[in-house]
């Protein structure tokens, strides 16, 4: 099992070289991303594959992807807007996935209760795909927790200027 590997590496390795990158990263992260995906492996080389995002600096993704469902570009760029003005304020120590669930869940039902969007996935889906730049991963909360407060914030901008770029 992916767990059982991962552990007997971390006792032996306290750090990791990424072939592709060249970057350096903790067995403790890479035990988290590991986690969000385990039921998913059947074998560690399969990681890349459904979590190379969280280790590369620039995502590729067409914005298209950012909509979620019939919206339009400037719905995505507020909706993005939206997310960053509420989780900028939430500081890297208390950068955890259930203080964003919180923050981000409590927004989206403020915004649908003003009609600001019609549903969550209207604030979430774009966040997910600004984040992944990916239509499935593991969700919003999870990926910004193990990103941190300063690639998601990035993230979140790259994807408001790539809208604006491509539509504007």
């Known amino acids: 099992m992916v767990p059982e590997k991962l552990k007997l590496f971390k006792e032996k390795l306290p750090k990791y070289k990424i072939k592709a990158t060249g970057e350096i990263i ?24 459904l979590a190379g995002f969280f280790l ?7 914005t298209e992807l950012l909509k979620w469902q019939n919206m339009t570009d400037r719905e995505v760029i507020g ?31 403020k915004d649908m209760q003003q009609r600001k969007v019609g549903s969550k996935g209207e604030l979430l889906w ?29 993230r979140i901008k790259e994807a408001m200027e790539n809208c604006r770029k491509q539509h504007f």
């Open 79 to 109: 909706s993005l807007e939206r997310v960053e003005e509420i989780i900028k304020f939430i500081s890297e120590n208390d950068w955890t996935q259930d203080n964003l669930e919180k923050s981000l869940i409590a927004k989206a039902e």
């Open 126 to 154: 774009p966040l997910r795909v600004a984040l992944t730049g990916k239509k499935a991963s593991a969700g919003p909360f999870e990926v910004a927790a193990i990103l941190g407060r300063e690639k998601t914030l990035k």
């Open 56 to 62: 590369r600096d620039n995502l590729e993704y067409e």
């Open 26 to 49: 903790a067995f403790d992260w890479l035990e988290k991303v590991v986690a969000i995906y385990q039921e998913r492996l059947k074998k560690l080389s399969e990681i890349s594959e």
